[in-house]
Structure formats: structure tokens, C-alpha cells
């Protein structure tokens, strides 16, 4: 598994909250610290992929993990 | 002699018309005929395209689920305060709404006709706001804030508020209300939540 800073839960939450509460969590994290989000909304794929999009952040990886969605983002700077 | 249309015209068309049908009536009141008859085709070029009635009132729920609101822009742009990211994911709903009222007539027909594959399409739809008011304001109630506040009634109670507003502005164009914009009228109902909720 990649390395990452900090964590954030947002299993069993819909969207925007898992999106907001990633917003929150990278705002405490450095340029190029990387941030793991796992998530059930099916729907959050495509909204940390747009996300990253319209932040500048980078989606490292997104895949599975153990029935939930797993999210690695490096804050960008 | 009328134009032979290219498949995706064809599923394009019937969905429009099936939309259009489906708000009006509900599900049980149209019948595949009544469809075909409307697009001036026989039942069977219906059938090409959709397996069944319900495969098409299924589709029809899709073509308004891929215009799920985006609400990444709506948390992307903008301050995080509660009331400010509240205001901006209702106006984007209300606006996505009134761009296709038919939306809300077959919500209400699948409210009473016990479909629970449609009803549970429509309570997906409203989920989002229920789902950032009960987190939300627990959130703030362990900043000792919104204390004494039964976060779920609240949702419940904004739901209610907006529904209402887009029902009397898009079903019923309620003369009482003409002098409001639909926005104008959300506008108001979320500052009169906001107070309610001890954030205004």
C-alpha cells in the first residue's frame, strides 16, 4: 500500500460530504503531502476524479479495497 | 412519408415522449400502445429498443439520473460554512429541477403508485440534503453550536420547505406566490431554516 499523511473515513457517507470533508482534511495538509480517502458513495469516483480536476491536486490512485473505494490524493504546491 | 430516424433518434424519441407520458399519468397509466400511438409507430419498434414497459420507465429514471446535480463545484467553489455550502447545493437542485419539472410529476405519481424501485430513485435525489443537514448540524453541535436541535426533524423539515416551494411554482403555478421567483422563494425558505436552526 502507498504511503500516505492522513486518513479520512467517509465510508457511509453521500455525496458532498465525502468531498467536503476531503476539502477540510488537505486544507491541513502540506504541499505534496498525500491524503487516503475510503468511501462507499459509488458516486465518488467520479467526484474526486473532478475534484482533483478543478483543485489542481493529483488522484494518485483510485481502486477497491475490502468493499469499499479507496483514494489517494497529493496536494498540489 | 415519415423520416426513418437512426436508432439513437429513435431511443432518444421514445424516451422524450415516454417522459412527457409518464409525468402526466404515472406508470400505470400508460400502456406501451398509448406510447407508440403518440410517436406514430407500431408497439413493436418500441419493443426493439425497450424489453418491457418497466425496462422503459427505467430508462427514462436514468436519462434524469446522468443529469445528477455536480455537487463537487458546488463544495469546490465557495466558502465551507454550513449555511453558505446549504444555500448553494438547494439552488443548483431547485434550478436543475425547474429546467425539467416533468421530473417532479413523476415523483409524485411514484409516490402513490408503490413502486419501490422509483420511489427509491426519487429519495436518492433528495438524500444529498438530508444526509448534510443531520451531519452538519451534528457537526456544529459538538462545537456547541444549533444545540437542541433534532438534526434528522430538521432535514426532514427543510425537505418538506423545498418541495413545497417547487410544487407551487412548477405543478400548481400557485397564484398566490407569482410575485416570487422560484430562487427568490428558496431563497427566503433557507434564510427562515437557517434562523429555525439557531444559524441565521
Redesign the interface.
Known amino acids: 500500500m502507498a504511503n500516505f499523511d492522513q486518513e479520512l473515513d467517509a465510508r457511509g457517507?453521500?455525496?458532498?460530504?465525502p468531498?467536503?470533508r476531503a476539502?477540510?482534511s488537505i486544507a491541513t495538509l502540506g504541499g505534496g503531502q498525500v491524503l487516503r480517502i475510503l468511501a462507499t458513495d459509488p458516486?465518488s469516483v467520479k467526484?474526486f476524479e473532478?475534484?482533483c480536476k478543478?483543485?489542481g491536486n493529483t488522484l494518485m490512485s483510485s481502486g477497491q479495497n475490502d468493499g469499499a473505494f479507496e483514494f489517494l490524493i497529493r496536494k498540489a504546491g | 412519408m415519415a423520416k426513418r430516424l437512426q436508432a439513437s433518434e429513435r431511443r432518444a424519441s421514445i424516451l422524450a415522449v415516454a417522459k412527457v407520458l409518464f409525468a402526466d399519468k404515472g406508470y400505470h397509466g400508460v400502456s406501451v400502445d398509448e406510447i407508440a400511438v403518440r410517436l406514430a409507430v407500431s408497439p413493436a419498434v418500441l419493443y426493439r429498443h425497450f424489453s418491457s414497459k418497466q425496462d422503459l420507465y427505467e430508462a427514462v429514471l436514468s436519462e434524469i439520473a446522468c443529469t445528477r446535480e455536480n455537487y463537487v463545484d458546488v463544495v469546490v467553489r465557495g466558502p465551507d460554512d454550513f449555511g453558505g455550502m446549504l444555500a448553494r447545493m438547494t439552488l443548483m437542485y431547485v434550478e436543475s429541477v425547474a429546467r425539467d419539472p416533468d421530473y417532479l410529476r413523476m415523483e409524485l405519481h411514484a409516490a402513490l403508485e408503490g413502486s419501490q424501485a422509483a420511489r427509491q430513485f426519487f429519495e436518492n435525489r433528495w438524500r444529498p440534503f438530508a444526509d448534510y443537514i443531520e451531519f452538519g448540524l451534528g457537526e456544529l453541535r459538538k462545537e456547541g453550536v444549533a444545540t437542541g436541535i433534532d438534526a434528522r426533524i430538521a432535514a426532514l423539515m427543510f425537505q418538506g420547505m423545498v418541495r413545497e416551494a417547487l410544487y407551487a411554482k412548477l405543478v400548481y403555478q400557485a397564484d398566490r406566490f407569482r410575485d416570487h421567483s422560484l430562487v427568490d422563494l428558496v431563497k427566503h425558505l433557507i434564510a427562515m431554516f437557517l434562523r429555525a436552526v439557531k444559524l441565521g
Open positions: 457517507l453521500n455525496c458532498p460530504l468531498i467536503l476539502k477540510k458516486g467526484d473532478a475534484f478543478q483543485t
